[in-house]
């Protein structure tokens, strides 16, 4: 009893000095594919081109990559999610973590990416999306589940004011500029980004329209371990299509 009762005077006495143990860390798992806009459109019902909708079509395409049952000539495999700078991370308001990925296809019977990691609630994690090759450009849409079903959202420049968006577009050089000074989320992502339902895309729009976009995943981080899934459509720029003589626009 009397060992007890002093254990239990030592637990108030380090609690009050503020060193309790630290939260338990949550798994948290990220589930990516790149895809082109054909194949998504393939699939989708009518009506589920809507910002926001989901349906059947989107339930069969998300059943498809977790069957690895979507072929691959729809797949763009040379755009997929990773980590990203320490210094990339906090200037998106992000803490680094230390994560596993897991590429989809090959011996996998699923198509996403897959990556997974161990954090603290209510931090965010942030992960990159660079395209290597040249052609399929632009970054049009994107559809993302936390809980519940898989919604789609068209990409959007933001507006002036206070709408928020769950895949917002800003000018790459612009968000490589903020992000030397450590400040692209508290500049200008924070204000136009909408995370309420734990994920959301930041575009980077490519000023060379000859190159391709790049995004950033960025994730809150629940009290619950979650899986997040992002699919990211993207298509060919229709200024690559030009006629001899069209002047790219400056």
Known sequence: MRQGWR?????????SLGLA???QAVEYRLQVVSVYEKTFYSYLKPGELSDGASGAGLDRLEASFDHGDLPLAGILADRRAQPVQE???RAYGGTPVAATFTP?????????DEITWEGQPGERAVWGVSP???SIQELERVALKSTGRLRQ?????????NAKLPAAAFPLNLLWALEERGTAWDKYVARGLDLENGAGVVVGVNTNPMFADQAYVIVNQGEAPTTFKVVL???????DRQLPGFKVPQ
Not at 104 to 112: D, N
Not at 153 to 161: F, I, K, Q, W
Not at 234 to 239: T, Y
Request: aromatic share 10%; net charge positive.
């Open 87 to 89: 210094n990339i991370a």
């Open 21 to 23: 143990a630290p939260a």
């Open 104 to 112: 989809g296809g090959g011996p996998r019977p699923v198509t996403w």
């Open 132 to 134: 290597i090759l040249r």
């Open 153 to 161: 959202y068209r990409v959007y420049t933001l507006p002036p004011g």
């Open 7 to 15: 254990l239990g005077l030592i637990g108030l006495a380090l609690a």
């Open 233 to 239: 459509v993207w298509r060919e720029r229709n200024v």
